[in-house]
């Protein structure tokens, strides 16, 4: 039994992490009231583009960047879209899917099932060869992201810059009469989620899976929307949350070596029949009970002032 949750605890962060960086993005572009469906279309540039610069020889880690910044580009596309010339968020959301996916198909389709380095484990480096097997089998992902996690909650509750991006996201119009660039912090918002989310992708091929795929995301990104309602719009609630549907999909191949008969299709539903019960109860939450921002999806219209 300790073999097995061993095991698992392992494998886990391959699972949690991604899902993690991409809810702390979606956390910030909703909290800045921009509804963000986007996280499907962002893992998916940010896979694809790490995959290729690992093929073409680079460092990993350049790579890891390159993904990051695939997503933040595609993100800037969906941020004037719904800040600028105010597109309907949830359209404009849906299409920036639709084009993440079909970018990946169409460039990546010639780099399907091709192996490359990718970052080394943490007891592959000279530093880190001492280390249990547990944290030897990480990368510096795994660190990178709790970090991130933890700058993200302090900024929220605490920087003026976080408190001005909360009040966008509660009431633009008081927000903008205290002085604050609505259109500014949003964009803002939307490119950060973009880049969480392209870094979330370069973890799946460039740490994880050292091959690219099309269909690696496989729905990650919309787990990731249902992670950040399940979790209230709170930055440590991602953690939880995140380890909650990780842990679920993670335990389903650990139970398959052990030999237990249980069906693979059934085992692969699992998190995304969590993520349905979590939108159903989602859905019979009212007001403030739902921890949900106020002006959350709300095209904010400025009003000159004389």
Same mark, same amino acid.
Request: hydrophobic share 55%; net charge positive; charged share 10%.
């Given at each position: 039994?300790?073999?097995?949750i061993l095991a698992?605890?392992?494998? +886990?962060?391959?699972y949690?992490?991604p899902?993690?960086l !991409?809810? &702390?993005g979606?956390? %910030? *572009?909703?909290r800045?009231?921009i #509804? ?5 279309g962002?893992m998916a540039?940010g ?5 290729? +610069?690992?093929?073409?020889?680079h460092?990993p880690w350049? !790579?890891? &960047?390159a993904?990051? %910044? *695939?997503?933040?580009g595609l993100s #800037?596309?969906?941020?004037l879209?719904?800040v ?5 968020q949830?359209?404009?959301? +849906?299409?920036i899917?639709?084009?993440g ?7 990546g389709?010639?780099?399907v ?16 060869a001492?280390l249990?097997?547990? +944290?030897?089998q990480q990368?510096?992902?795994l ?5 991130l996690?933890a700058?993200?909650?302090w ?9 001005r991006l909360r009040a966008?996201g509660e ?8 002085g604050v660039?609505?259109q500014?912090?949003?964009?803002g918002a939307v490119l950060?989620?973009g880049a969480l989310g392209?870094l979330?992708g370069?973890?799946l091929?460039v740490?994880?899976?050292h091959v690219?795929?099309e269909?690696?995301v496989?729905?990650r990104?919309w787990?990731?929307?249902a ?14 949350a995140?380890l909650?549907f990780?842990g679920t999909?993670?335990?389903m ?6 030999g ?6 059934l ?6 029949v969590?993520?349905l019960a979590v939108l159903?109860?989602a ?5 403030a009970?739902?921890g949900a921002?106020?002006?959350?999806g709300l095209?904010y219209l400025?009003?000159?002032?004389h």
């Amino acid at each position: 039994m300790m073999d097995f949750i061993l095991a698992w605890l392992t494998v +886990l962060p391959g699972y949690v992490v991604p899902l993690l960086l !991409a809810s &702390l993005g979606v956390l %910030l *572009s909703e909290r800045a009231g921009i #509804l963000n469906l986007c996280p499907e279309g962002f893992m998916a540039v940010g896979a694809m583009t790490g995959a290729l +610069l690992c093929l073409a020889g680079h460092d990993p880690w350049t !790579a890891v &960047l390159a993904g990051t %910044l *695939s997503g933040l580009g595609l993100s #800037l596309v969906f941020g004037l879209a719904v800040v600028v010339f105010r597109v309907e968020q949830t359209l404009a959301g +849906l299409a920036i899917v639709a084009l993440g996916l079909g970018i990946t198909g169409v460039i990546g389709r010639s780099h399907v099932q091709k192996p490359f380095p990718g970052l080394p484990r943490l007891s592959e480096t000279a530093w880190g060869a001492d280390l249990p097997r547990l +944290l030897g089998q990480q990368n510096m992902l795994l660190p990178l992201s709790l970090l991130l996690l933890a700058l993200i909650a302090w900024f929220l509750a605490r920087s003026p810059a976080g408190l001005r991006l909360r009040a966008v996201g509660e009431d633009p119009a008081a927000a903008d009469i205290s002085g604050v660039d609505v259109q500014r912090v949003q964009l803002g918002a939307v490119l950060a989620s973009g880049a969480l989310g392209g870094l979330a992708g370069a973890f799946l091929s460039v740490a994880s899976a050292h091959v690219w795929v099309e269909g690696m995301v496989a729905g990650r990104g919309w787990v990731v929307v249902a992670l950040v309602i399940f979790a209230r719009w709170r930055p440590l609630r991602c953690l939880w949350a995140a380890l909650l549907f990780g842990g679920t999909e993670a335990i389903m191949p650990r139970l398959q070596a052990l030999g237990v008969d249980f069906p693979v299709y059934l085992g692969a539903m699992l998190p995304y029949v969590l993520t349905l019960a979590v939108l159903a109860l989602a859905s019979m939450r009212r007001g403030a009970r739902s921890g949900a921002p106020a002006a959350l999806g709300l095209t904010y219209l400025r009003q000159d002032k004389h």
